[in-house]
């Protein structure tokens, strides 16, 4: 009985998790390309991470804070995982599930970073954090190699709104 009663629990567990869990999709470099090449008016926040990378860790919740407060003016946060894709199932979905992040994630599936780096910043040595902002129909694109707070997000953000 009490094999039962675990086995209905971890179902439950699960189909919880289903409905109410972040899905991590693992992408290419031609997803973030389309981004990079879109001509729509929306401005795009590309933060670089990984579960590994602490100062990533700890500036999280401000692209959390921006996507939750600029959600109605035409910005979307996108945080592209730098993490293996290897380490999809045992490190960036649980990070992302207890974090319970409501940020749309994905995880760059591209080993050969030398063939995209420059392509998001030619000033970019492949550091992270990272974060690029850009709106294609405005043409502005800004980018940071470092830890951002709250406050530099916003202040960034309005010179593109």
Request: aromatic letters at 12%; a neutral charge; one cysteine or more.
């Amino acid at each position: 009985m009490r094999k039962v009663i675990a086995l209905l629990g971890l179902g439950l567990l699960f189909n919880h998790c289903e409905a109410n869990c972040q899905q991590v999709n693992v992408i290419k470099w031609q997803e973030v390309q389309e981004v990079l090449t879109t001509s729509s008016d929306t401005t795009y926040v590309l933060n670089f991470w990984a579960t590994w990378c602490k100062p990533c860790i700890s500036e999280i919740p401000f692209f959390e804070e921006v996507q939750k407060n600029y959600k109605n003016k035409n910005v979307k946060v996108v945080l592209i995982s730098m993490d293996f894709v290897k380490d999809l199932n045992t490190r960036v979905i649980p990070f992302v599930n207890q974090r319970n992040l409501s940020t749309k994630v994905w995880l760059l599936n591209e080993p050969d970073a030398n063939e995209w780096i420059d392509k998001i910043d030619p000033t970019w040595s492949g550091a992270i954090p990272a974060t690029l902002i850009i709106n294609n129909s405005k043409k502005k694109k800004v980018f940071f190699e470092q830890k951002l707070d709250y406050d530099r997000l916003v202040k960034e953000l309005s010179d593109f709104l």
